[in-house]
């Protein structure tokens, strides 16, 4: 039987990269994103390489969609071994810059999303009594840094929450591991949310 990967945030830079690499290692898999007309970067990687991928579609802010998606995963493929919880986005400014409402939507995308899509999967891996979970880090999820703390606030809430799984869910045979890149050259900072700053110029110093 076909061991199988779901992963989120699919369409460049780490999420395309690593559903690349799963499928090279014989998983069926699913590579989701919020708009699969962004596919064609990874089909046409898929297609040099001779690899078979899945692209579905998962907007991570949505509950629905997760579901679906989870749902489509279990219709088609009738299991789920690894999970790489990827999506996510970066927004940058001082405290004192950063709307509460950003700072909302930041934990929306980065963290909540996560612990939804976790609640649909591992209830599947624990009844299969095996499975990965891969939560996409940062290395700034280990230190605080000045002129981004809506982002690294989330990712220190995803490795306090990733250890909790590694305890809950490692009894059952579920693994549970995270990621903690550096700077890496994807379209992350493309992607990025930067507010005009109406601090004390002195931030800038």
């Not at 990967?5 to 690349?20: C, K, Q």
């Not at 001779?50 to 493929?77: F, G, Q, T, Y």
């Not at 980065?110 to 009844?127: D, H, L, T």
């Not at 900072?189 to 004390?200: Q, Y």
């Amino acid at each position: 039987m076909d061991k199988v990967a779901l992963v989120t945030g699919s369409s460049s830079g780490i999420g395309l990269e690593t559903s690349l690499a799963l499928a090279k290692d014989g998983y069926r898999t699913f590579a989701s994103m919020r708009d699969t007309g962004k596919a064609i970067e990874l089909q046409e990687a898929a297609k040099k390489e001779n690899l078979s991928i899945d692209v579905i579609e998962l907007d991570v802010d949505k509950e629905d969609s997760i579901i679906s998606a989870v749902k489509k995963v279990m219709s088609e493929a009738g299991r789920i071994d690894v999970l790489v919880n990827n999506a996510g986005y970066g927004q940058f400014g001082c405290t004192e810059d950063v709307p509460i409402e950003d700072f909302r939507k930041q934990f929306e995308t980065n963290f909540f999303s996560i612990v939804r899509i976790i609640q649909e999967v591992a209830p599947i891996m624990r009844k299969q009594g095996s499975g990965v979970i891969v939560n996409i880090s940062s290395v700034v999820g280990r230190m605080g840094l000045p002129g981004s703390p809506a982002y690294i606030s989330t990712k220190f809430a995803l490795e306090g929450f990733s250890e909790c799984l590694r305890y809950e869910l490692g009894q059952f045979g579920v693994k549970t591991t995270i990621i903690e890149p550096g700077v890496i050259k994807t379209n992350f900072f493309k992607s990025m949310h930067i507010p005009e700053s109406k601090t004390d110029p002195k931030y800038k110093e």
